[in-house]
């Protein structure tokens, strides 16, 4: 199975979009490009409303990926496991496609004999390790987000520390919305560590509308371009996953 990059989104968010193209569209459009949509719902004041809940789980299923409400203080350990769960979601997929190239119908995973099943898994554990991933991540910095980005920016550190310690190398971008002059910022563009987070995050205000639909588009607009350039700099084609995700 030929090395690649796992892309995903990481939507932190403690709020119901209010501005823009609708978010769970512009997820399901991210997953057709082989982008996986995952979305971490911090909790206001202990609840969450139902549409919110609604949405976030919406925007996660059309987007292929992992949907998580959690309280502030529980957020770092949380931004890791989603990311890691959707990424053997993905890795899963994967195979369960070339399951189907190999052996024909609607072969998966699951329905292989015990030990060639185990053998499968040991091969997207390993492919987990392995494997690059490119992570955008997404904080939603409207008026009730405040007081949580602190805690943001704590579980994004933990989470670069976490990731790096994988074989495989591991990208970070950071955008924020709504942004100072328009619906959305670049905060940091591709990096593979994010030490200088603390020092971007303390300038961060917050207030304003909560645009998670184009917060979304602009995120697939900056892996589109990132391929692209990197694809005429280099012509190396290392697609595995960016084509069959």
């Given at each position: 199975?030929?090395?690649?990059?796992?892309?995903q989104i990481?939507?932190?968010?403690?709020g119901c979009?209010?501005?823009g193209?609708?978010?769970?569209?512009?997820?399901?459009?991210?997953?057709?490009?082989g982008?996986t949509?995952?979305?971490?719902?911090?909790?206001?004041?202990d609840?969450?409303?139902?549409?919110?809940?609604?949405?976030?789980?919406?925007?996660?299923?059309?987007?292929?990926?992992v949907?998580?409400?959690?309280?502030?203080?529980?957020l770092?350990?949380?931004?890791?496991?989603?990311?890691?769960?959707a990424m053997?979601?993905?890795?899963q997929?994967?195979?369960?496609?070339?399951?189907?190239?190999?052996?024909?119908?609607?072969?998966?995973?699951?329905d292989?004999?015990?030990?060639?099943r185990?053998?499968v898994?040991?091969?997207?554990?390993?492919l987990n390790?392995?494997?690059?991933?490119?992570?955008?991540?997404?904080?939603?910095?409207?008026?009730?987000?405040k007081?949580?980005?602190?805690?943001?920016k704590?579980?994004?550190?933990?989470?670069?520390?976490?990731?790096?310690?994988?074989?495989g190398?591991?990208?970070?971008s950071v955008?924020?919305?709504?942004?100072?002059?328009?619906?959305?910022d670049?905060?940091?563009d591709?990096?593979?560590?994010?030490?200088?987070?603390?020092?971007i995050?303390?300038?961060l205000?917050?207030?304003g509308?909560?645009?998670?639909g184009?917060?979304?588009?602009?995120?697939?607009?900056?892996?589109?371009?990132?391929?692209?350039i990197r694809g005429?700099l280099?012509?190396?084609?290392?697609e595995?996953?960016?084509?069959?995700?």
């Open positions: 199975m030929k090395q690649g990059t796992v892309k990481l939507l932190i968010t403690d979009s209010n501005e193209e609708d978010p769970v569209a512009m997820a399901a459009l991210a997953n057709e490009q982008i949509v995952n979305v971490i719902g911090v909790m206001k004041n609840t969450i409303d139902e549409r919110g809940m609604k949405e976030i789980e919406q925007i996660a299923e059309q987007g292929g990926g949907s998580q409400v959690v309280y502030s203080e529980m770092s350990q949380t931004v890791q496991m989603v990311t890691r769960k053997t979601q993905t890795l997929g994967v195979v369960n496609r070339e399951l189907k190239q190999i052996l024909g119908s609607e072969t998966e995973i699951e292989l004999p015990p030990e060639k185990g053998e898994m040991e091969v997207v554990d390993e390790e392995t494997a690059n991933l490119d992570v955008l991540i997404l904080v939603d910095t409207s008026a009730s987000m007081y949580k980005l602190p805690t943001v704590e579980a994004l550190l933990d989470l670069s520390l976490s990731l790096n310690a994988r074989m190398n591991n990208r970070f955008f924020v919305f709504p942004g100072k002059k328009q619906l959305v670049k905060l940091m591709w990096t593979p560590k994010l030490e200088s987070l603390p020092s995050f303390s300038k205000s917050s207030g509308m909560t645009p998670t184009p917060a979304i588009k602009e995120a697939l607009r900056h892996f589109t371009k990132k391929r692209s005429l280099t012509n190396d084609g290392d595995f996953f960016e084509e069959s995700v």
